[in-house]
């Protein structure tokens, strides 16, 4: 377990997964630029069954509270194959836990703990252009962009063109 201030990072148990179902599956609660997709509870118990979330390209974790609430979750996993990188990706479920700085928490948190237990040189962020709240999370933890994928994501009717952040390891280390 990552522990921050007020959040805490973990892995998914299996006494997760019904109120996870419901959290995933709440379009409304997947803001404007997470695709909208609906996932069987089938699906996510399979998917849990087979490695927790956690295989060789990809890792997914619960953001949750100190009294262990589930408020978002973060992942990360090889986007580019021949990148010495992982692309992350996190999301806090409710609107009511917006904006409290757990998101920002959160990835500090995991990007130390991938630097500190992988030998991955970079890290990743695909943010829409329009995510103003999103990049500034990224550039408080010391994320740089790096630039543009024109109309590179779909998302609830729209293409959305998708800036790229990415965070060293020298730079990390300096932070």
Not at 28 to 56: H, V, W
Not at 142 to 159: I, M, Q
């Amino acid at each position: 377990m990552l522990k921050g201030s007020n959040i805490c990072i973990r892995t998914i148990k299996e006494a997760d997964l019904e109120v996870l179902f419901d959290l995933l599956n709440d379009i409304d609660s997947q803001g404007e630029f997470l695709p909208a997709t609906l996932t069987s509870e089938n699906k996510l118990r399979s998917q849990y069954a087979e490695n927790g979330f956690i295989s060789g390209r990809s890792e997914q974790y619960l953001i949750t509270s100190t009294e262990d609430e589930i408020i978002g979750s973060i992942w990360s996993f090889k986007s580019v194959p021949y990148f010495d990188a992982l692309e992350i990706g996190y999301h806090i479920f409710k609107g009511k836990h917006r904006g409290k700085g757990y998101a920002t928490q959160a990835l500090g948190l995991f990007c130390d703990y991938i630097f500190q237990s992988t030998q991955v040189n970079r890290l990743e962020l695909r943010i829409a252009t329009e995510n103003s709240p999103s990049e500034k999370i990224a550039i408080r933890q010391g994320f740089k962009l790096e630039g543009t994928h024109r109309e590179a994501a779909y998302s609830k009717g729209k293409l959305h063109d998708m800036h790229t952040y990415a965070l060293l390891r020298r730079q990390w280390q300096v932070g």
